[in-house]
């Protein structure tokens, strides 16, 4: 199996990659360098949400991950009939634990792609 890689909606990295950058350049001329720290880590946010996947489904495990891309938790499945799709959220099903709200910012033709993966 092909891990499925969830990744974050497209306006929101394009959303932080725009407003970071209007306000680096426009705090360049003023002289006002905490908005352009501020506005180059919301550019710098924005790249890594467009890199990055928040949650990745493989054969034996689901892992959530972090903005920078590493592993902030992991549930070992054994197989895909295991999850299920109910109220908008992402459950592993021996022992009904939520694993994730699958809201808005997530990029929903891989929502689409996860519950024909688990039949929901």
Do not use: C
Request: proline share 5%; charged share 15%; no cysteine.
């Amino acid at each position: 199996m092909t891990p499925l890689k969830i990744r974050y909606a497209l306006w929101l990295p394009i959303t932080g990659l725009v407003v970071g950058g209007l306000l680096a350049i426009l705090a360049i001329p003023t002289q006002e360098y905490m908005s352009l720290a501020l506005g180059t880590l919301v550019v710098a946010m924005g790249v890594l949400l467009l890199k990055n996947p928040s949650i990745v489904v493989e054969e034996h495990q689901v892992r959530v991950l972090n903005l920078l891309g590493s592993t902030r938790k992991t549930y070992e499945i054994s197989g895909p009939s295991d999850l299920s799709i109910r109220d908008n959220a992402l459950f592993q099903q021996p022992g009904d634990l939520k694993i994730m709200h699958l809201g808005a910012s997530l990029n929903q033709s891989d929502i689409a792609s996860l519950k024909s993966l688990v039949g929901a």
